[in-house]
């Protein structure tokens, strides 16, 4: 069976400084990978999704980035943090795009 | 711009109570919407996933209603129980298949 982890599951982390969170799936191959954001209040957003090694397409414009160096992983970066980027980081998968999504479970950032 | 709305934003309802959630979408050339539930602090988890052609989906003591021409989804769910208490979220995937779109979510306690 096909199971997706995320890590770290909390974090807090001074303005200015980097982030990495990480993201691999298991039991599958080539999927579409995800990251969203959840702020209070906001709902979820789109940050990031890939269809395929090296393929990585962006939503929003902000101080983030993300990278696939491996089939079954993903990575979300930043060089220098803010502290609006504090939220809830979810990863997820589908096998292609518009069929059933999985989610990990989440990592909280907090920037202070 | 496709934009969800979900409604009410909470619910409070007591244990055997059958209830519904609604979601509208503005943009109804949608490819197929998704119910998912999220725990505190948790990852969301896929509930119902019905394709733009279907009308419902039904799990269990959930029910999914899709009236595409209208916006419309509903969650209908028989028999609450204090376990059912979470937040609910709708999601619509656009029409190139690549992007989830959320509500806010309703966030439902079902009290014993």
């Known amino acids: 069976s096909q199971t997706i982890h995320q890590w770290p599951a909390t974090l807090v982390q001074p303005v200015g400084s980097p982030l990495s969170l990480e993201c691999t799936v298991e039991?599958?191959?080539?999927?579409?990978l995800y990251w969203y954001r959840q702020a209070a209040g906001r709902g979820l957003q789109l940050l990031f999704y890939?269809?395929?090694?090296?393929?990585i397409s962006s939503e929003v414009p902000q101080n983030l980035s993300a990278s696939r160096p491996q089939d079954r992983q993903f990575i979300l970066s930043s060089k220098k943090l803010l502290l609006s980027d504090s939220g809830f980081y979810l990863c997820?998968?589908?096998?292609?795009?518009?069929?059933?999504?999985?989610f990990g479970e989440g990592s909280w950032l907090t920037v202070v | 711009k496709q934009e969800v709305t979900q409604i009410p934003a909470a619910l409070s309802v007591p244990e055997g109570e059958n209830l519904v959630l609604n979601c509208s979408f503005t943009?109804?050339?949608?490819?197929?919407l998704q119910w998912f539930r999220q725990d505190p602090g948790k990852g969301l988890t896929s509930l119902l996933l019905i394709q733009s052609s279907q009308r419902e989906q039904t799990s269990g003591r959930l029910n999914a209603s899709l009236d595409k021409s209208s916006g419309r989804s509903t969650l209908y769910i028989a028999a609450s129980q204090p376990g059912d208490s979470a937040t609910y979220l709708c999601a619509v995937n656009d029409q190139a298949g690549t992007a989830l779109i959320f509500g806010k979510g309703t966030t439902l306690s079902v009290s014993s």
């Open positions: 943009d109804s050339a949608i490819y197929n």
């Open positions: 890939s269809v395929g090694i090296g393929q």
């Open positions: 997820a998968w589908s096998v292609y795009s518009g069929n059933t999504i999985y």
């Open positions: 039991g599958t191959s080539n999927p579409n």
